[in-house]
């Protein structure tokens, strides 16, 4: 509902390439990135749409020596092989809501399989950042914020919370695609509520950012 970029929706709308290709352009400043401390993300859209691409393009800057972190809503989480999350030094998860009729509302999904995810790496100690979109009227409620940073406290890899405030900033891709914009008429969070949210994650003793 809230996505800034409705353009990766669908695959037909991007330009078609090769994780070779990918990877032969990544060698060519992969010493640059590790110098400056950086990594290679995979994002999207969803990237584990396309599991194997994902799998090579991860498993490829590994062996370019390179900080490995895949950019996820969860909901796939099951395409996702060992073999794939073997290659992922970090996995920055969108938990998008915390009540199942809430997530549905905001992703017309199902929470579950997120969890599930969520569960199968702490269980293989992979390191995780929860990203959560603050988004007045939808999950700025506080027992949505508190059902989300009990699930992370338990998880015991979680080591980072962003609480990241829903802007507009994507609605101008909207118009230009002609799909109407959902959330048109809905501010941006403030700051006693953004501070509020924060402090709410603070209590779980995880980074909160």
């Not at 969108?94 to 199942?100: L, N, T």
């Not at 390191?127 to 940073?149: C, F, H, K, M, N």
Request: glycine share 10%.
């Amino acid at each position: 509902m809230y996505c800034q970029n409705p353009d990766t929706w669908h695959m037909r709308d991007g330009e078609p390439t090769t994780a070779e290709t990918v990877l032969l352009k990544l060698a060519g400043f992969a010493d640059f990135v590790r110098i400056a401390g950086g990594g290679f993300t995979v994002s999207g859209g969803e990237p584990l749409l396309q599991p194997q691409f994902t799998h090579d393009l991860l498993t490829g800057a590994k062996a370019l020596g390179l900080h490995t972190a895949l950019d996820t809503s969860g909901a796939l989480g099951a395409r996702a092989t060992d073999a794939l999350l073997d290659a992922t030094d970090l996995v920055l998860l969108d938990i998008k809501a915390w009540d199942p009729q809430r997530y549905h509302r905001l992703t017309s999904g199902n929470i579950a399989p997120t969890l599930t995810f969520a569960r199968r790496l702490a269980e293989r100690g992979t390191p995780v950042w929860i990203r959560y979109v603050l988004v007045p009227g939808y999950t700025d409620d506080p027992s949505e914020v508190d059902g989300v940073a009990g699930f992370a406290a338990a998880l015991g890899n979680v080591e980072r919370i962003d609480v990241l405030p829903f802007h507009r900033l994507g609605a101008a891709k909207y118009q230009r695609l002609g799909i109407p914009f959902p959330l048109q008429d809905t501010a941006p969070p403030d700051a006693a509520t953004i501070d509020r949210v924060r402090d709410q994650f603070r209590t779980t003793g995880i980074l909160v950012c």
